[in-house]
């Protein structure tokens, strides 16, 4: 659709902020005009000429993303060359492409953005200065301009942008489609990283979420060669610089159990872990709103009421400009994306010179039988990182249906992860160790059944045993050996009935409630053996035993 063209103050500023590495450098041509670096206002200007989206009540930006509504997760190619050949490892989310496909795609790519109108966003992601990478992310739409400003870290000195040279550049496209006969593609998207010319293409799709994955994904491999842990992890710290990590896939609850009040946010996904430090990859927060609660997460919340928040996929009434986050008509998968800084009680330097003292991985276990929370040895807690069981909750990618699937995802965010998931489960040990960080598995799943018969477990339940775990309050009860799979159950925490520790006693029947347990045991031992010969036995002994008939 032509938008009405005429003189805007977003076109006066196209040049302000602009880097002398230019598009030149990336094989641009004949460009229409490039916006450099526009500020929030600016942005929401050339989104609302261009009819990319609506503002809301209260401010928000709300875009409809079309057929891509999720993650393309079967659509990630990484340029096979020799500098990747030996460190990637290859599989169903790591596919491989080579040189000549990825070159003809990417001038395809420069022939198609002749003429047109870019947006770029000169920003870094890493919050340690010791980890930063200089990211330049062009896109044709502002809106996806305005999202990887507020996803990633941005420079306010104005020399910054003149001098700026990126490390890595991503290429958004999502009008450009790439065509599966000539280019070896499963599908007309594709999202494409080139470790060896630094360039990452976003091809076929207007979910903005791939943006900020692929940057994550890039991350996730670089990292861990400088002895970094790259994790897909929520952060927070505590008055006694305690830092915790909350590991788990989408629905688990990463985003709302960091968002704590008494706590400090370091940030809601992607961190690196480093020696001296814990850092936040990102600048902003990615969050899913569907049937988002104002008294159960009011600082999230608070941002779907807020202007420079861009909403994804969220019905509104075009009268009023109300949003309906209980409606599900368009996606599960409704999103919104705004600056950290808009939590309260974040860390504007999205950094903290501490090592973690709790560690806890999140599952919405689906099945229902999972205790609520229990503690792991080290042993135990690289099981179960390799592993990374859940249940995927609709819409989080393409293709799910309506009922969660059991899923075991490595290092709780396998399409994610670049190198073998032993390579990230080692630095784990290697750091928690020298940290001394206890090791939690925390169900925020079904209780009194699987889904569609039990009901998802109280988020006022989760947030008290969290808390009695980081503070210590659980140091002081007694326990019990989960019989199936080893690890430590409390039998009490202050304010939870003791009930809710023994899963079983909320099932009408106890028997088959032992079946669905023994189920899921057998499921994990079947997923582990992807593991063997890879993992040291002391490591496969973890699994679950199963119950004797």
Known sequence: MKYFKFSTPAQKQAGEFRSDYD?????????????????????????????EGTVVNGGPLLVHTGKWTARAANDKYFVKEPSTENKIDWGEYNRPITEEKFNSIYTRVLAFLQGEELFVQDVYAGSDP????????????????????????????????KNFVPEFTLISVPSFNVDPRIDGTLSETAIIINFAQRIAIVAGSKYAGEVKKTIFTIMNYLLP??????MHCSANVGNKDDVALFFGLSGTGKTTLSADPKRRLIGDDEHGWSDHSVFNFEGGCYAKVIRLSAAAEPEIFACTQRFGSILENVVYDRGSRQIDLDDDSLTENTRISYPIEFIPNAIPEKLVNAQPKNIIFLTADAQGVLPPIAQLTMDQAIYHFMSGYTSKIAGTEMGLGIEPEITFSACFGAPFMVHHPYYYAKLLRSKAEKSGAKIWLVNTGWVGGKFGVGKRISIKYTRRMLNAALDGELDKVSYRKDVLFGYNVPLSCPDIPDKVFKPENAWGNKEEYWQKYDALAARYIENFKLFRGQVPDDIVKQGPKRLKK
């Open 23 to 51: 598009l030149g450098h990336h094989g641009f041509k004949h460009l229409e005009t490039v916006y450099w670096n526009l500020p929030t206002a600016a942005l929401y200007e050339e989104a609302i000429i261009r009819n």
């Open 130 to 161: 010791d980890y930063k990478l200089n990211v330049r992310v062009i896109t044709d739409t502002a809106w996806q301009s305005l999202f990887a400003r507020n996803m990633l870290n941005t420079f306010n000195e104005r020399g910054k942008h």
């Open 225 to 230: 060669m400088q002895d970094v842990m790259a």
